[in-house]
């Protein structure tokens, strides 16, 4: 029935909202790690660095939207 809100669209919806969550954090990350990286000239540690954290703080959105679910 079209306006009924349907658990599958709303699970849908949260597992899309970690993913996009994950990617963007994720590419925070390394975009922050390169700029430094290039600013310092110290390639590839603040890369590594970046991608690291934009991975622990996706997990740590998705720990909190699992939390408030």
Same mark, same amino acid.
């Given at each position: $029935?079209?306006?009924?809100?349907?658990?599958?669209?709303?699970?849908? #919806?949260?597992?899309?909202? &970690? !993913?996009?969550?994950? @990617?963007?954090? @994720?590419? @925070?990350?390394?975009?922050?790690?390169?700029?430094?990286?290039?600013?310092?000239?110290?390639?590839?540690?603040?890369?590594?660095? !970046? &991608?690291?954290? !934009? $991975?622990?703080?996706?997990?740590?959105?998705?720990?909190?939207?699992? @939390?408030? #679910?």
């Amino acid at each position: $029935m079209p306006g009924k809100p349907d658990g599958t669209w709303s699970a849908l #919806s949260v597992a899309m909202n &970690i !993913g996009l969550t994950t @990617v963007a954090t @994720v590419a @925070v990350g390394l975009f922050l790690g390169r700029w430094a990286d290039n600013y310092c000239g110290s390639f590839p540690w603040f890369t590594v660095s !970046g &991608i690291v954290l !934009g $991975m622990l703080a996706g997990l740590w959105a998705t720990y909190k939207k699992i @939390v408030r #679910s």
